[in-house]
């Protein structure tokens, strides 16, 4: 667990609580607009997720930490910060609508980040579609800084997006993850970001 000035960072549960919270967050349109899937249906779909993509990732340091984002007040999920254990070390995060332009997502990816840091990780990327500037921001304000751009026909939502792939580095190294640029043929470094 993490705490910060107002919020605690745990694992999310497989309890009725967490399992409609998760709900909450990942069936609103707006919220899934720049989420690789598409906005939950039902409690029960927000249960296959926690199963498929959750308990896999919940805070272990070998396959990646899925944090939820809680007021320490209540101590019921508003959002999420997770961290893939894969070479991408790919970060991401989400929160409800209700809480946009509160600071919440970026006092939660920070802590995370200094976790990540202090567990000895060398670098997180984080990526985000070219028509989400808001979510660039974040990561800028995280200390992330850009590296390159990529196109990916996205799945399953089955449409082409032009992503920006930032990056932090917590060692001396520097070397920029050059996955995606292998990965998709069409890539480039913009001269001009927002």
Known sequence: ?????????????????????????????????????????????????????????????????YFAICFKKENRPIGYVTVSGEGNHDFGYGVRKDFWNQGVTTEAAAAVIDFLRNQGWSYITATH?????AS????????????????????????????RMYQLDFDEKNDTYQGYWEQYPEHFIEKEIE
């Open 129 to 133: 579609d070219i028509n989400n500037p």
């Open 1 to 65: 667990m993490i705490e910060t000035k107002r919020l605690i960072l745990r694992a999310f549960e497989a309890t009725e609580k967490d399992i409609a919270a998760l709900y909450e967050i990942l069936a609103d349109e707006e919220v899934n607009t720049y989420l690789p899937w598409f906005p939950l249906k039902s409690q029960k779909e927000a249960l296959d997720f926690y199963q498929e993509r959750i308990a896999k990732r919940n805070c272990s340091n070998e396959t990646g930490f």
């Open 136 to 163: 660039g921001a974040v990561m800028k304000k995280l200390g992330l800084t850009y590296r390159y751009s990529y196109k990916e026909q996205w799945q399953p939502k089955n449409k082409q997006v032009t992503f």
